[in-house]
């Protein structure tokens, strides 16, 4: 593998040098964390790939891809998106399908926040594409000029990922 491909970096606060581009993302979608921790185990049914609340809220978790600049590697960001019920029961019965990749593609409004750079990333219009294998689906923003719609077509600097990570990892801002 040529340098340009891979990722490394030393962290600011462990001082450990880390390999690869990291994962980051959210356990739950936005709403979430609104709901007060008497309410959650009652309103909310939450899973590693899958949230429903109030029984009228369905999330999925998907993979918001962006092109990492300099690097051939993509930064992917564990976000939710809330689907229809229509849709959502669809994504279950697919769940475990293997061969997934050829379903029409999902509407889905982005519902999580991206830490640092981006305010209302909430309710971005999205497209959910599932895939193959198991793999958490892939989410395409609408390509607006919102900053973060802006990142997924223009790519993330290394920079910008390493301030992610050390954030979401340590809790540095
Ligand atoms: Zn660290």
Redesign the pocket.
């Known amino acids: 593998m040529s340098d340009i491909s891979t990722f490394k970096f030393t962290?600011s606060?462990?001082d450990?040098i880390?390999r690869g581009v990291p994962n980051l993302g959210s356990n739950a979608p936005n709403y979430y964390f609104s709901i007060p921790d008497e309410e959650i185990k009652k309103r909310t049914f939450l899973t590693s790939d899958t949230c429903v609340i109030d029984d009228v809220h369905f999330f999925v978790r998907g993979c918001l891809e962006i092109p990492l600049i300099g690097h051939e590697e993509v930064f992917s960001f564990g976000a939710w998106v809330s689907l229809s019920k229509e849709n959502f029961e669809k994504f279950e019965s697919l769940y475990d399908v293997k061969e997934r990749r050829d379903n029409e593609p999902m509407f889905g409004w982005f519902s999580s926040w991206v830490w640092p750079f981006y305010t209302d990333t909430e309710n971005i219009k999205s497209i959910i594409h599932l895939r193959n294998d198991g793999i958490r689906p892939y989410i395409e923003l609408e390509p607006t000029e919102h900053p973060l719609a802006l990142l997924q077509s223009e790519g993330i600097s290394s920079e910008q990922v390493i301030k992610m990570y050390e954030y979401y990892?340590?809790g540095k801002k």
């Open positions: 962290c606060c462990c450990e880390h990892v340590h």
